[in-house]
């Protein structure tokens, strides 16, 4: 079974791709359109197709037969008329060998009884061989003759033999020769990887680079690119760079806060709990989500107490008019959620670390209140904030302490920092952990928006 990747700026294109590679019995796997907008480039239209063994061969041996312009004027047919075309010749193809090999059985079954009868004609007693002994040489005679048939015979089943064997070590020499091709094509293109020959791959490699990527994606999506596509379309940068952007999509994962859902079930109301290890604006955000949800009177919203209280904090309460219920410990926030299922509001939970002595008691305080609220509710999400002026390294390392019990990420400061390729950087060590949000300011509510590409390319590539 041949399987195989086309890509085409149309539905149209790609189709005609392949029915020119695969004929008319090709099957379509999985069809998806590329690309991330008009913002970029174009889409694009991918499908992948296969084709069987037998299939395949069988257009193969009828192509091999016509001219390069006969071949195109085939190729233009419909996909009825092509396949009329491949059965009738390879019908004809089988029909010949058959009728060769039936005229040399024929031929066997018609020569044997006379051979025979040629025998028993020059057959004498041993009185006649005494008494005419002209006969020997006569018999002599026949049995020479019988003889030479007999060869004859066995002259024509070598050569029919040899025949067959001639076609099948031809088929054989012509599966060898086109593996020869492929692997003759794969050792150049993988020279081609290790040299970066083409300036277009340098380029998207260099842009990339700069811009921060992790240098092993970029060598897998140009080693994929080379692999997948012709030397024609790796000769295009317009098509490279959207390759590239297509596949930094496909490792891009992003999700919707449960408090911002239109489809609510009011029997099973959200609960959403904020947390960060280090300085990152949790308080705005927590304060931003409350005003944007679309139930904002309809909350209820939890903070636990500690050292680092601000009148600011109180300020901002009043002036959002944000009723929030403060927890001395774990077990105080869980006895507030408990009362809260009679009334069945939506809860908020701004859990805030002391940043300055984070301990291993207060990562299971906090690993104790997140298993307790998804034993007894379902519609729970835990969200990890983080500023995106962190380095990358000490994200993934972030992450990594909390990855067991966190369903996302809202990133903080985007408008500051210089660069977000350690925010994708993240999802590729990361790539079960949606981004739920990117806040670039401390205007409230306005800038909390939802994680979508278009916002992460851009501050990545400064579009």
Known sequence: MHVKKFVGSTMEETLTQIKKEFGPDAIILKTSSSGIGSKFKKKKIEITAAINEESYLKKIKTERVFSDEQKEE???????????????????????????????????????????????????????????????????????????????????????????????????????????????????????????????????????????????????????????????????FDFIYDQMLLEMENHFSSKELNVFSKNKDQQNPPILLLFSDAPCGQNTIFYKTCQKSSSANNHLLIQNENDYDSKENFAIEKILQLKVEKGKNTHDIISLIRKNKEVKKEVIINYRLDKQKLNNNQKDDLFFLIDSIKESHSNVQVVFILSALYSQDYIELSINQFRKKIDGLIFTFLDKSPGLANIFNSQLSFPEIPIMGFSTGPTIPADLETATFERLISGILHL
Do not use: C, W
């Open 74 to 236: 085939f190729h233009k047919n419909s996909s009825q008329t092509m396949k009329k075309t491949i059965e009738r010749y390879n019908q004809s193809y089988e029909m010949k060998e058959d009728a060769a090999l039936e005229k040399s059985e024929k031929n066997n079954n018609i020569l044997a009884p006379l051979i025979h009868q040629e025998k028993d004609k020059n057959k004498i007693s041993f009185d006649e061989f005494i008494v005419k002994p002209q006969h020997e040489e006569v018999a002599s005679r026949s049995f020479i003759s019988s003889e030479q048939e007999t060869n004859k015979i066995d002259n024509r089943k070598e050569v029919e033999l040899e025949k067959k064997i001639k076609y099948h070590v031809e088929e054989i020499e012509d599966k060898i020769y086109s593996i020869e091709k492929k692997v003759s094509s794969f050792e150049e293109k993988i020279k081609d990887i290790s040299q970066l020959n083409d300036d277009n791959l340098r380029k998207i490699k260099k842009i990339m680079t700069i811009s921060g990527i992790e240098g092993h994606f970029i060598e897998k999506t140009i080693r994929k690119m080379i692999f997948s596509h012709s030397d024609k379309d790796l000769l295009n």
